[in-house]
Nanobody, 126 residues
Framework: QVQLIESGGGSVQTGGSLRLSCAAS????????MGWFRQPAGKEREAVAT????????YYTDSVKGRFTISQDAAKHALYLQMDKMKPEDTAMYYC???????????????????WGQGTQVTVSS
């Protein structure tokens, strides 16, 4: 049974940094696309960043471009999200997920992803 476990969340002030980690287990093969998503309280879940695990291509939602960096350690089946220059609007529960349907990584569609973890809370104060 596959499992994704996120960690690294916490509280920071505006302009601060956090590094989220996602540990995967149960995968025979590392999924071809992995992603980070977030869900602010009372709002819908949105894609933050995705990564083609084979080629290393990355995609970001506009609001985090230049501030967040998604990366992987394929050998360890681990995914990371480095978050810098954080803003209060980054406050949300953050989840990692794997592309499980016939979608494309660059489309960053939440509905194409699965194996959701429990999430890790990120809070940015002004």
């Amino acid at each position: 049974q596959v499992q994704l476990i996120e960690s690294g969340g916490g509280s920071v002030q505006t302009g601060g940094s956090l590094r989220l980690s996602c540990a995967a287990s149960g995968y025979t093969d590392w999924p071809r696309c992995m992603g980070w998503f977030r869900q602010p309280a009372g709002k819908e879940r949105e894609a933050v960043a995705t990564l083609y695990t084979g080629g290393g291509y990355t995609y970001y939602t506009d609001s985090v471009k230049g501030r967040f960096t998604i990366s992987q350690d394929a050998a360890k089946h681990a995914l990371y999200l480095q978050m810098d220059k954080m803003k209060p609007e980054d406050t949300a529960m953050y989840y990692c997920a794997a592309l499980v349907r016939n979608g494309y990584c660059y489309q960053m569609k939440s509905a194409d992803f699965g194996n959701w973890g429990q999430g890790t809370q990120v809070t940015v104060s002004s």
